[in-house]
């Protein structure tokens, strides 16, 4: 779509990994990716792109046309993140703004922070 001249591409799934040694590269993955698809097409390739369902922030550093993000998750881990064995991963919990006017975009990024570590277990005696 189009928000005040800014074209946006706005889905949920998006592939990247799930291993720490080769994860932070999806969202620079889908923005090469994209820009290829539209040279191919010959068409203006999106501003901004936003993906969502991994709940780990990443985006593609403005190296490529199209600024793409991953949003991180909106809550902490729940049974799910347990059934696909992540129930040791750090979800990044938080929310973004678009600031869209006359074809320029600004970026707002908000991350929560926990004020303490997560206690996975404890022992009284």
């Given amino acids: 779509g189009v928000c005040e001249g800014v074209k946006l591409d706005l889905c949920h799934h998006a592939s ?5 040694f080769t994860s932070g590269y999806g969202a620079i993955r889908v923005a090469a990716r994209m820009q290829r698809y539209y040279q ?4 203006t390739p999106p501003d901004v792109a936003m993906r969502s369902h991994n709940h780990t922030y990443e985006d593609s550093g ?3 046309e199209t600024f793409v993000f ?3 998750a909106w809550t902490t881990a729940n049974e799910f993140s347990y ?5 040791n ?3 990044d919990i938080g929310g973004h703004v678009l600031f869209c006017e006359n074809g320029k975009f ?3 990024r908000y991350q929560f922070e926990p004020k303490e570590a997560r206690q996975v277990w404890k022992l009284t005696l």
């Fill in 83 to 87: 059934r696909i064995g992540q129930e």
């Fill in 70 to 72: 991953f949003t991180q």
């Fill in 40 to 43: 191919k097409l010959k068409a």
């Fill in 106 to 108: 600004q970026h707002k």
């Fill in 89 to 91: 991963g750090l979800a």
């Fill in 62 to 64: 403005g190296n490529y």
């Fill in 16 to 20: 990247k990994s799930l291993n720490p």
